[in-house]
């Protein structure tokens, strides 16, 4: 593989800490942390949506593991354990990085604040992939695949969101709540 073969003296160190920031559990704590911050700026059907989208993916990418069972690269790391196919990294900060894309980014003032952290969002989830792979953890189709399942995941919540939001506004706890 060509990114194990870039292999130079700090990058082990970002790699395995890119891979750390984008683990599934801390996925759960960012969107939770988001989730909290749209439901105090009165975005609360956003805020559900986020949780739901994260927790669908994150289910979706286990019946996925389940049904492929793709045993791991060899010599990958003792602490991944599991399936191979899809990358739960991958999947889990694709649902954080387009809740940030499509729901708080597009809140923010300047047009100049909102492209500097689209591109480092892109940058990140670019990152994290290339991290799985670099560590040993996945191979490439792993990450390539766990961004079309959890795009395609995306693109159906997104329909989903479309269709609930406006009927979830009339429900008593989302009164006065924006979507």
């Given at each position: 593989?060509?990114?194990?073969?870039?292999?130079?003296?700090?990058?082990?160190t970002?790699?395995?800490?890119?891979?750390?920031?984008a683990?599934?559990?801390?996925?759960?704590?960012?969107?939770l942390?988001?989730?909290?911050?749209?439901?105090?700026?009165?975005?609360?059907?956003?805020a559900?949506?986020?949780?739901?989208?994260?927790?669908?993916?994150?289910?979706?990418?286990?019946?996925?593991?389940?049904?492929?069972?793709?045993?791991?690269?060899?010599?990958?790391?003792?602490?991944?354990?599991?399936?191979?196919?899809?990358?739960?990294?991958?999947?889990?900060?694709?649902?954080?990085?387009?809740?940030?894309?499509?729901?708080?980014?597009?809140?923010?003032?300047?047009?100049?604040?909102?492209?500097?952290?689209?591109?480092?969002?892109?940058?990140?989830?670019?990152?994290?992939?290339?991290?799985?792979?670099?560590?040993?953890?996945?191979?490439?189709?792993?990450?390539?695949?766990?961004?079309?399942?959890g795009?395609?995941?995306?693109?159906?919540?997104?329909?989903?969101?479309?269709?609930?939001?406006?009927?979830?506004?009339?429900?008593?706890?989302?009164?006065?709540?924006?979507?």
């Amino acid at each position: 593989m060509v990114v194990q073969k870039l292999k130079f003296g700090s990058a082990d160190t970002l790699y395995t800490l890119v891979s750390f920031m984008a683990s599934p559990k801390l996925d759960v704590i960012w969107m939770l942390l988001i989730a909290f911050f749209l439901w105090g700026s009165r975005y609360k059907i956003p805020a559900i949506f986020s949780l739901a989208l994260l927790v669908g993916a994150n289910a979706l990418a286990f019946v996925v593991k389940t049904i492929v069972a793709r045993p791991r690269p060899m010599l990958h790391l003792k602490q991944d354990t599991g399936y191979s196919f899809p990358s739960g990294h991958v999947i889990g900060t694709l649902m954080v990085v387009s809740v940030l894309w499509i729901l708080v980014i597009p809140r923010l003032k300047s047009g100049t604040n909102r492209w500097l952290l689209r591109s480092l969002l892109g940058i990140w989830l670019v990152l994290v992939m290339l991290s799985r792979v670099y560590l040993n953890a996945h191979f490439p189709t792993d990450v390539i695949g766990a961004f079309a399942l959890g795009y395609a995941w995306l693109q159906i919540s997104e329909y989903l969101y479309r269709w609930l939001a406006p009927q979830l506004s009339h429900w008593h706890i989302f009164q006065n709540s924006s979507y």
